[in-house]
């Protein structure tokens, strides 16, 4: 699967979050809100981390490789908000850091 179709089931689910955000509060999640539930999912991943290094202890319902997913998700999400085109910035990055380490 490529990142355009992940970009656009990444798109699809959110739609469908904000409709029902519309439902229960009226409005659907600001940017802001967005990268909250982003820090609280990092947060998430961090303690799942942890407790696969034997260093903390699981207390979450999710999965280490569930969380990795969904901080992908949310920042897939954040860069359509914020009309940021991802894959071009991904492959701007790489090639910038490519040329950096000269490989």
């Given at each position: 699967m490529?990142?355009?179709?992940?970009?656009?089931?990444?798109?699809?689910?959110?739609?469908?979050?904000?409709?029902?955000?519309?439902?229960?509060?009226?409005?659907?999640?600001?940017?802001?809100?967005?990268?909250?539930?982003?820090?609280?999912?990092?947060?998430?991943l961090?303690?799942?981390?942890?407790?696969k290094?034997?260093?903390?202890?699981?207390?979450?319902?999710?999965?280490?490789?569930?969380?990795?997913a969904?901080?992908?998700?949310?920042?897939?999400?954040?860069?359509?908000?914020?009309?940021?085109?991802?894959?071009?910035?991904?492959?701007?990055?790489?090639?910038?850091?490519?040329?950096?380490?000269?490989?």
């Amino acid at each position: 699967m490529d990142i355009k179709e992940l970009a656009e089931r990444s798109n699809a689910i959110r739609s469908r979050y904000h409709e029902l955000e519309v439902k229960h509060h009226q409005s659907k999640w600001s940017i802001e809100e967005d990268l909250l539930a982003l820090s609280n999912d990092i947060g998430n991943l961090n303690r799942l981390t942890m407790t696969k290094l034997a260093r903390y202890y699981d207390e979450t319902p999710y999965t280490l490789e569930q969380k990795l997913a969904e901080n992908i998700w949310w920042l897939m999400e954040l860069s359509n908000r914020l009309e940021v085109d991802i894959e071009a910035e991904l492959a701007k990055f790489l090639t910038d850091k490519e040329e950096q380490l000269g490989l």
